[in-house]
């Protein structure tokens, strides 16, 4: 699956990265929780998140995140989306909740970073 993919299966809006929407992606994290993410999060992943501030964009540079997913309508701020077009981060923002984007994207075969804690695959 692609970025573009995941776009039109969660209706999403791209606000960064445009360009970027060929990349493969086949795992997801989903947290608000940047320590969380950082503990659990995989390289390549994509990151979907209600948070908006730039530490979410920090955060997925330093795991090599393939993207971040705003949930719920949220709009990133300026500071975000100008530090996500300096490292080539896509950001997407989709309205629906962070359960309902969980389950659409597990449905047509994205699989979570790990199954559960202690049991990472």
Request: proline residues 4%.
């Amino acid at each position: 699956m692609t970025l573009k993919d995941v776009k039109e299966i969660l209706e999403a809006d791209v606000l960064v990265g445009n360009d970027q929407l060929d990349k493969p992606v086949k795992t997801a994290f989903a947290a608000d929780l940047m320590s969380d993410v950082l503990a659990f999060a995989k390289p390549e992943a994509m990151l979907l998140t209600g948070l908006t501030n730039p530490q979410v964009v920090r955060t997925a540079d330093i795991l090599d995140i393939t993207a971040i997913i705003m949930v719920r309508g949220k709009k990133p701020t300026e500071e975000t989306v100008k530090l996500a077009e300096e490292l080539k981060i896509p950001i997407l923002s989709t309205k629906y909740i962070l359960f309902e984007t969980s389950g659409r994207l597990h449905a047509r075969g994205i699989k979570g970073c790990i199954e559960k804690v202690g049991g990472e695959t």
